[in-house]
């Protein structure tokens, strides 16, 4: 079945740094793929989206690149922030499913020190 | 536009009572899927509903737990005779788009944090 799978945590860093988080998948078909990122006491926020081999999602300095042929979509960023700290999810919706729902690496904690 | 609604926010249950989570979806959006989030973990998908209908609900746990999307008001989560292992963060999303038509991007609420005594 349809699986995602990322590096573990926890991530530390200093302020500017540059950030990889590594996610690969396992899927059917072509599915689209997300990050998505889960600040303390919050719920899941969408933070990038790549629907097809090649795309590129970009938010808030934030990339990952849709390649298929490593199966992967890995996070990066070239100068992270302190209020980057939250824990990061990559996530896989198969375009062949018929319900929509989504699968869930289990999240990798960035922690970013002044 | 208010995003997903859920709650409550905090939900304190006695072994065996019952837990009962809502969630209202974002305006327009018919497609609503519930996750667990057991701690330390990621989320986990439960079921996925449309308007009176269970769509699939092939992450539900066989016994004690049902879910329902009337066509009025929220979605409810239900658990029957809470467990200790229930003890979990509980998400809601909304979709507003039609599974199998291309993105499913949805849009999650702030969650319900079930501690059971």
């Known amino acids: 079945g349809n699986s995602v799978t990322q590096m573990e945590g926890p991530v530390t860093l200093s302020e500017e740094a540059f950030l990889t988080i590594n996610c690969t998948y396992t899927a059917t078909g072509y599915p689209s793929l997300f990050w998505y990122v889960q600040y303390p006491g919050e719920g899941l926020q969408l933070l990038l989206k790549a629907t097809k081999a090649d795309d590129k999602g970009s938010n808030k300095g934030f990339e990952a690149t849709y390649r298929k042929e490593t199966t992967s979509f890995h996070l990066e960023k070239g100068s992270v922030q302190v209020s980057d700290s939250a824990v990061y999810f990559c996530?896989?919706?198969?375009?062949?499913?018929?319900?929509?729902?989504?699968?869930f690496g289990q999240g990798t904690t960035l922690q970013v020190k002044p | 536009n208010a995003g997903v609604m859920q709650n409550p926010r905090h939900l304190v249950r006695r072994r065996g009572q019952e837990a009962r989570l809502r969630c209202s979806p974002m305006?327009?959006?018919?497609?609503v899927y519930w996750y667990r989030q057991l701690p330390e973990e990621g989320l986990k998908f439960m079921v996925y509903l449309q308007k009176e209908n269970i769509i699939d609900e092939s992450g539900m746990p066989k016994e004690r737990f049902s879910a329902e999307f009337p066509k009025e008001g929220p979605s409810i989560l239900r658990i029957q005779q809470v467990v200790r292992g229930d003890s979990a963060a509980y998400f809601c999303a909304s979709s507003p788009l039609q599974p199998g038509q291309g993105i499913t991007e949805a849009f999650f609420g702030q969650g319900t944090r079930l501690t059971v005594v």
């Open positions: 305006k327009g959006h018919s497609h």
């Open positions: 996530a896989l919706s198969g375009s062949s499913s018929n319900t929509g729902k989504l699968i």
